[in-house]
């Protein structure tokens, strides 16, 4: 038995510039970063190796290829997982180090996140606990499904119970209002591509309900209003994000074309009757 077992980071990232040096300086204590990044154009890589991390360019075809190659890199027993909007903090990371230390510990753990956004930590809206994906886990104990774009599947490779960690880390969901609206707009184009795939079906009324749905689930059942303005705002992206996802599906299967528009000369005719 190991008793001080090697962690890996890996992070996700797309021209993450502002966000990237922050994310690598709240895992420093890791034995190794990798940034997989999909060729960033704003100088991200370069800002991470700078600081030391290893970076390997994975061309964009979804996030499930995108986190199955990150991991692939990966050298070390054990996994982090941090996306370029989140933070480690002391208290994970020294949750983290004793959990991998433990000689009986599970393979695989979920990370809870605290979300601030608006100036103010969301505690309602579904954003805390925030569990996603086991975030800490042994290499080769989890993999996602190559085809997913977005919201990407994944299967544990374990027969032991995933474990949960108590301390959690820090996301930084969105940058500001517009950042909110991009959001929406990217991921409901990924998520229609995979409600495709999927052989979904939908119609303009789908979507307006799906809409009004999840606004109210996230608004009213996940408790949003009590997160004040924040609250709406999030729950107005989700039903933006939402949507648009099933109007986009229903894009997809109409292909609508416009209307042919022929040559159009003057008419002789009628030239000729106006000079008569």
Not at 40 to 48: M, N, P
Not at 140 to 150: I, S
Not at 219 to 235: E, F, N, Q, R
């Given at each position: 038995?190991?008793?001080?077992?090697?962690?890996?980071?890996?992070?996700?990232?797309?021209?993450?510039?502002?966000?990237?040096?922050?994310?690598?300086?709240?895992?420093?204590?890791?034995?190794?970063?990798?940034?997989?990044?999909?060729?960033?154009?704003?100088?991200?890589?370069?800002i991470?190796?700078?600081?030391?991390?290893?970076?390997?360019?994975?061309?964009?075809?979804?996030?499930?290829?995108?986190?199955?190659?990150?991991?692939?890199?990966?050298?070390?027993?054990?996994?982090?997982?941090?996306?370029?909007?989140?933070?480690?903090?002391?208290?994970?990371?020294?949750?983290?180090?004793?959990?991998?230390?433990?000689?009986?510990?599970?393979?695989?753990?979920?990370?809870?996140?605290?979300n601030?956004?608006?100036?103010?930590?969301?505690k309602?809206?579904?954003?805390?606990?925030?569990?996603?994906?086991?975030?800490?886990?042994?290499?080769?104990?989890?993999?996602?499904?190559?085809d997913?774009?977005?919201?990407?599947e994944?299967t544990?490779?374990?027969?032991?119970?995933?474990?949960?960690l108590?301390?959690?880390?820090?996301?930084?969901?969105?940058?500001?209002?517009?950042?909110?609206?991009?959001?929406?707009?990217?991921?409901?184009?990924l998520?229609?591509?995979?409600?495709?795939?999927?052989?979904?079906?939908?119609?303009?009324?789908?979507?307006?309900?799906?809409?009004?749905?999840?606004?109210?689930?996230?608004?009213?059942?996940?408790?949003?209003?009590?997160d004040?303005?924040?609250?709406?705002?999030?729950?107005?992206?989700?039903?933006?994000?939402?949507f648009?996802?099933?109007?986009?599906?229903?894009?997809?299967?109409?292909?609508?074309?416009?209307?042919?528009?022929?040559?159009?000369h003057?008419?002789?005719?009628?030239?000729?009757?106006?000079?008569?």
């Amino acid at each position: 038995m190991n008793n001080n077992p090697k962690i890996s980071v890996y992070i996700l990232a797309y021209n993450e510039a502002e966000k990237i040096r922050s994310a690598i300086n709240s895992v420093l204590w890791a034995d190794e970063i990798i940034l997989a990044d999909s060729f960033s154009q704003d100088g991200t890589a370069a800002i991470a190796e700078e600081m030391g991390a290893r970076v390997v360019q994975i061309k964009f075809t979804g996030f499930g290829d995108l986190r199955n190659r990150g991991m692939a890199a990966c050298s070390h027993e054990w996994i982090f997982s941090l996306d370029a909007d989140e933070r480690c903090t002391p208290e994970a990371r020294d949750e983290i180090l004793a959990t991998v230390r433990r000689p009986e510990t599970a393979d695989a753990y979920y990370i809870p996140r605290r979300n601030f956004f608006m100036g103010r930590w969301i505690k309602h809206s579904g954003f805390y606990p925030d569990y996603r994906q086991p975030q800490l886990f042994k290499k080769g104990t989890l993999d996602f499904k190559n085809d997913d774009p977005v919201h990407e599947e994944y299967t544990i490779r374990s027969d032991k119970p995933v474990g949960y960690l108590k301390c959690p880390i820090w996301q930084f969901p969105y940058k500001n209002l517009e950042e909110v609206a991009h959001k929406a707009n990217k991921y409901s184009t990924l998520g229609a591509e995979k409600l495709q795939m999927r052989g979904r079906k939908a119609t303009m009324f789908t979507a307006l309900s799906r809409g009004c749905w999840s606004f109210f689930h996230m608004y009213i059942l996940k408790k949003g209003i009590l997160d004040g303005w924040p609250g709406v705002v999030i729950a107005a992206g989700n039903f933006q994000g939402t949507f648009y996802k099933y109007a986009k599906l229903v894009e997809l299967q109409a292909d609508w074309q416009p209307p042919e528009s022929p040559p159009l000369h003057r008419d002789k005719t009628s030239e000729a009757q106006a000079r008569n």
